[in-house]
């Protein structure tokens, strides 16, 4: 038998010992025989070997998911009909608590999806005794109570643990003894001398909280250790998933006040922000804890590091009197006067990480407060407010944070670690969005041992990986079902969405384009400078080699000497006084950094600009849209909310300190701030720094804008090393180009001692005479410093050795001749190196260098500012929507730019100032300025990402501002949380209107790379925390769901499209789309790379073959797309390249008829001709949008050459696959021009719905979700019921429901569809025939429809029927109803009378339609239509097994769906199928779904269940002052009576219940009548000594509680308890379980029976649930399972049953007791 069946005997024989001390030895020797035989026979029968039905010869069902015939398929595939295009919109049900009977409603609607809504919540155990008044007068909702309700049941349970102990002498002799007789016991120990005794599961690896590494106290490995080594017990935690403006903060304050009402006094409350931290106070105020709030909660930041208490305080706050001087207890005063003994502790995350020194931290301080010496004791709650904040947490295969986790992260998962009883809450709106982020939430139990994963997270991310979408519902829907969680969300109902798309003009395009064909000129030149790095390094390691050997300065050759000097810093100031904070020297380090970077990290930077970039872009240009937009919706009597991530700050801070502003008052002039100029400034600064200024060189103007007094001295002289000149002169005027790069200073640096990684090297101190020598020099010879970063071009010439036959003087590089002062632009490039020494030769080198780079870069900046590109966003809307005045900001930016009238030059200037408030600190101006939009004085709010959370800008009924709210997005977010956040700040609870949002989506294709990240974590967001990735309602309303690219479709879709491209297919789906000029376009460039090849060939230069190849004197750049264009034009492109050769040579090029264009030669029409005819003959040739495709993206930073690069191991080479993925991708397409990055992203798009379709034809589509569809859908029978948990879950029960559906439509029921759809009013009639009003044939395909672009085109869908009339349907025509919703859907609707609807993409029917299979000539008229539909759906009347004519099966269908407690069981269940784990999932082919289903005659079944009938109780007003409790005796009977007393608030009464404990006749108070004293217990621990006056005023109080308890809905026996558990709960414990074998009985054939019992639960009318798609292999499955869980000796339901009434025994006997 295995571990868990000896535990389960060990557990046996400590009730067998206490019935037998009940004088009944006889009835526990029974029971204990026969859980013994059971056992045992559970183990004999599990002897045989599991087979693998699913690779048995089984018979294969067909499955809705296979595809309709095309004519073309096999006839293997011809009897089927084709499967859904998509998953069905997700609906939503009026939420309800479920099984909470009291309680107020909630002030809003309130929905949950109807996927979760499926699942039952577990019954309620948990007793509740928080003050009644809190209930009662509504302050927390009955959906609020719920939740805190199942988080404390939640509480009560601990998560499963492996038992460790030492050697076999410790297991008890008695049990020891009755499992070796069982065989139970292995003899053998394991060599470290610990043996685990734990359940079912493989032995896992500490990768949860609940595996942390025992101590060893010591001993030496194989040594026993002297006690056991039990690893501690980590409590189960909640989650709290509500959606935005649910209250989570009031419910989160009510699970504090549950908690003081049970004693439980220390408690953590951790958040975003120091703003939350008074809601806190204001959320336990509002339950009435005023007093409590305003002296026991505290703000972790604002209290002083170190011990925050002298007492090592339980989790209850108080613990052992700690002893103070000498030994000596302290005296009560002394503990009460402890300001921290107890209380609320709030943190902000950031306050978590915070430290003063590495042994001082806050973390440590918080844990210290919580649980003093022990720790592992406290039981207090631990709330994660926002817990999103936690979730970028990676675990290493011991469950320990890593170094990629964030610090916030690792910090709460030590948090949780280190105080393993802690009552932990997680809450959230947004708590996951991916299931990596899930890593932190260890206490719900989803991984660790007792679960399918027990070796951790890791196992847990990888089982949600390969099962798809719908394991995560599952696991939701399982995390509900135990009560782990609860996800309710405001309706929508209430709100509007709009998605604005095509918001830019023809002036955006063009500034995008002009920025796309810089950035293609940039990337050109990156190949460059990255080999120009290597070289660079490569020389370097010489010189370093041979400097570090005894005088390797002497060693240097003067090859090595000469390129050590073009090298080396030119400054000569001194590093040592200097301030490492000091911006000029950050700013001076960064520069040295900047020359010496990696080429892997220099790409890194540019394609993390190029993306910031273009995303600014975009953003920017929606601004007029979004201003727009903005007033009409206050013409229209709205107010505005817009909503952005970034501020850009940072950039206008930049530029501000670029210009020599302060931070306050400065004045950029005219214009504000462009933060895509910012940052493509500042990029190519970056990536193409200037080398370090030769001295005696007068700076460029742009890299120094000085005002004139600080070029020119006092005595007229130009300082010529801190000058800057002027772009095209040495003019010194402050007249500048840029403004905002005017009145920049001066600013000297050092750039000596740097190794080649840009380190700053430690030479040592120098003596006092250098010293001072070397700060002279720098006030005379002091570099301009400000020049950015310009690394030494480093060309063949320079490496070649030096002719000189000089002495040793040629070596010396400090022999230099004195040179003249000189302007950047007039520093000669050629020069006589004759007689010129190394020192001479470096320093014109230096300099020519100098002003290469330096050109080059003003040429990129002088186009950057001819740009014209956009003003910071939020600025321009500040000030256009009415200024600070008018305007609410609230974002996190200290400073920003507005606009301001300067009467001395009578211009606007814009200024950059301080953030200031009317009325109160920094700290708190968006509160402030949050209040003025609420009161109506602003009416534009703008919000940041700094401002998402915790703010509420509802339409609330308690302010001033009802006017509806608009709330513009202009910057997508980048994550659903952040999405999720933003938007619940409109909508709320207690609103008196929903918000109307829109969303702002340019047309520039690449952007909605943005809207695919959001889809993506949107849709999962719904799956993790609500159950179905389709819950989130903003997603769907908002169209995001067409964006959700970034998966294993748009994977495989990237693949397919770059296969197609890189080998030139001649078909595209774009083909007839693409314009003429861009073929042109194309040609000519390969045109002109042909000729100059053929006029290398003619001057006798080599073959043409060789002069397509890179020349050895070709750049880096020159040579990729030279390569490109080699492989393109002699692969896939030869018979083209052929021709275009031909061409050529004839003097047909495309070049040649531009020349004469340009000339005159010949007049346009002429031209024209001949180009038309050129371009015909390269279609022909081979010439395809595929060509274009190759070149585009190889201007981007896409090629084959470049993705599929070999890698060297050794010698072995070997070939890698590409690394693109779609993010990477769609990232890239945002550096083309608009109409080229169109056409490839519709191109992609069409390639991605291919890669769907195919996956749905073949059955691998993951939809998730997936609702059974038909007319009539029931259960055949009540479910049967299974346990296959043993003791690690005896009440987790799986069921498996039958279910029939006809999955057909009646003629009745599509002709109502008819009707509401178009309009008629046709009616059908028992014999079949059609009464009709309108009987006009349908149109057929016409119209126009939109395309991805934005255009539009013909081949429109109109609603109406349709036949399907081909030759090989002989019985009947097969007829359709197709109903298209209109332009702005690419779905449509398709009806048949034998499959019902499905919905189906407007290209899949158009490419039908080109098939013949029906079309214009097909449509028919309504009463035809019915006639055929008659017939078929009475001929469909067939099992589906069944087809009654070619590829038309019956329509009724029986499905067999296994749902309840699957998720703890699913992995085994699939493996006992016979399905084994490839890379991608499950097999080959997914043969398995999660499916919803919702059946009509649930009802019937339940019938002869018993009806508890149950009014509620009528009682008298708990508020009337009349109300009489039963007076105190003085005897017995008033021990546990009830009473209450009041605490100190106030405004509010807020009482604690309590009881009688003791009664003692003292006679302390002889003048009433009971004399003696009452002693009493409150729920929250404290003792009081009463009289009998005060106790019957006590009790009166009580009565009060009782009945306001009552009258909304509580049981009485529940408000007068203070148990931890209900009555009902302890009835529920009376109840057995009944399975179906009885005792003795066993049955190995059958295995499954084995772990069958009754199903006495009421039958649902909707569940969720696992289907299996072949016939009848539900049947497989459970005798797989079966077999496999008796072999691992899993309990029985009747040895369960037999433990039951065993304990049940012993709690009869107690109570006897």
Known sequence: MSSSAAEAMARLQAVMAAVAGNNNPNAAAAAAASVAASMAAASSSASTTTTNPASSTTTSRRSSSTTEDDGTQSAADKNQEEPDDDEEDITYTPYKPAKLNYGKPHPDKVVENSTLSAVAPPDIVYNMVMPASIIYEGKLSNLQLEAIVYGCQRHMMDLPKPKIVTTENEVPEAAKTKMAAAGEVKSETKKKGLQVQGQHEAKPQADSPALSPCPTNGSSAGEPVARKMDPPSYRAGFLLGDGAGMGKGRTLAGFVVENIARGRTKHVWVSVSQDLYEDAKRDLSDLGMETYAQDNCFNLGKLPYGSLSSTSAKGKGKGKKAKGKKGKKRKNDEINSDPYAEGVMFSTYSTLVAKKSASNTRLEQLIQWCGGDKPEEFDGLIMFDECHKAKTVVLDENGNPTDKSTQTAAAVVELQNRLPRARVVYCSATSVSEPKNLGFMSRLGLWGYGTEHPMGFSQFLDGIKHLGTGAMELHAMHLKSVGAIVARTLSYEACEFALIEDVSDDSVRKIYNDAANLWIDLHSQLADRCEMLKKKNKIQEKIQATLAKPGGQGLLSEEELFCQGLDEDSDSEDDEDEDEDDPIVIQRNLRRKFRHRKPGQLKGLFWSAHQR??????????????????????????????????????????????????????????????????????????????????????????????????????????????????????????????????????????????????????????????????????????????????????????????????????????????????????????????????????????????????????????????????????????????????????????????????????????????????????????????????????????????????????????????????????????????????????????QTTGPLYKFLISDVGGEKRFASAVAKRLALLGALTQGDRRATGSANSLGLSAFDMDNQYGSRALQTMLREIWNCASESPLDGEVDDGLYVEALKMIDGHLKEALDGEERGEGTLEENLVPFDDDTEGEKTFRSMLYHLLTGPCQKLAASRVTAVREGRGLGVYFESLADGSEDKESVKAKIDAEFKSALDAGLNFNVLCNIWLYDVGISQIELLKPTYHGRKKKERKSSLGVPKFLNRLLGMNMKRQSLVFDYFMKTLDDAIQTAKTNGKYDVGIKSLKGQSIEFLKRPQSFCFRGLNGPNESVELYSVQLDAGLSPEAIMEMYNNLVGGEGTVDTDGSVDLTNDSPGQGWHGTNRTRSGGRRRNEIVTGFYVDNRDFYQVTEKVFFIHNPGPDSDKCLVVRPNTGKKVESKTSLTNKFHKHRFGTGNAISVQRAMEIWRREYDLADIPYSETYQFSCPGRHRDEYVFAGNIVPVLDKMLASGGYSRDRDGWDKEKSFSVVRVEVTNAHKLNEDLPQQLSSPEQVQDGDDEMLQADPVAGDEDDIGKGVARELVNKTSKVRFRGAITKYRDNDKNTHLDPTGSYFVKFSDGRKLEMDAEQVNHARRKFEKEVNRLVSIGMSREDASSFEEQTKGASLAKTKLRKPILHDGEEDPDEFERNFEQEYLDVVPSSIVGLMFHREDFHEHVLQGLSKRLMQMGVETTRSLYNLERLEKAEAQRKEEE
């Open 613 to 990: 970039f273009f995303r600014a872009l975009c953003i920017a240009s929606k601004v007029d849209t979004a201003i727009s937009t903005a007033k009409q919706a206050l013409e229209d009597g709205h107010c505005c909310v817009i909503g952005l991530q970034s501020t850009g700050e940072s950039r206008a801070k930049g530029a501000a300190k670029s210009s020599g502003l302060a931070d306050e008052g400065g004045s950029f002039g005219e214009a504000f701030v462009s933060a895509p100029n910012e940052d493509l400034s500042r990029t190519i600064m970056q990536m193409f720094p200037l080398p370090p200024k030769p001295a005696g060189v007068i700076a460029p103007e742009f890299l120094n804008h000085l005002k004139k007094d600080d070029i020119v001295g006092d005595d007229g002289t130009v300082d010529t090393d801190t000058a800057s000149v002027s772009d095209n002169s040495l003019d010194l005027s402050l007249d500048s180009s840029r403004p905002s790069r005017r009145a920049r200073k001066a600013v000297s640096y050092d750039e000596r001692n740097v190794s080649s990684e840009g380190v700053i090297l430690n030479l040592g101190k120098k003596g006092g005479a250098g010293k001072k020598a070397g700060k002279k020099r720098n006030s005379s010879s002091a570099d301009s410093g400000d020049e950015s970063d310009f690394t030494v071009d480093i060309s063949g010439d320079e490496l070649s050795d030096s002719d000189s036959d000089d002495d040793d003087d040629a070596f010396d590089l400090k022999k230099k001749t004195p040179s003249q002062s000189i302007a950047w632009n007039e520093i000669p490039l050629e020069y006589d190196e004759t007689n010129m020494s190394i020192a001479d030769r470096v320093d014109h080198k230096r300099k020519a260098n100098y002003r290469r780079a330096a050109e080059k870069v003003k040429g990129w900046l002088d186009t950057v500012d001819s740009l014209s590109l956009p003003a910071n966003p939020l600025d321009r809307l500040l000030n256009e929507l009415g200024g600070p005045d008018q305007v609410a900001e609230l974002t996190g930016r200290k400073s920003r730019q507005i606009k301001q009238y300067n009467a001395m030059t009578d211009k606007h200037e814009v200024i950059y100032q301080k953030r200031k408030g009317e009325n109160c600190p920094m700290d708190q101006i968006n509160i402030e300025e949050k209040n003025n939009f609420q009161n109506g004085t602003k009416l534009v709010a703008i919000l940041s990402e700094a401002a998402s959370t915790g703010i509420s800008l509802q339409a609330d009924k308690r302010v001033k501002n009802q006017r509806r709210r608009v709330h513009i997005t202009i910057e997508l977010p980048w994550s659903a949380d952040k999405a999720i956040q933003q938007l619940g700040r409109t909508h709320r609870s207690n």
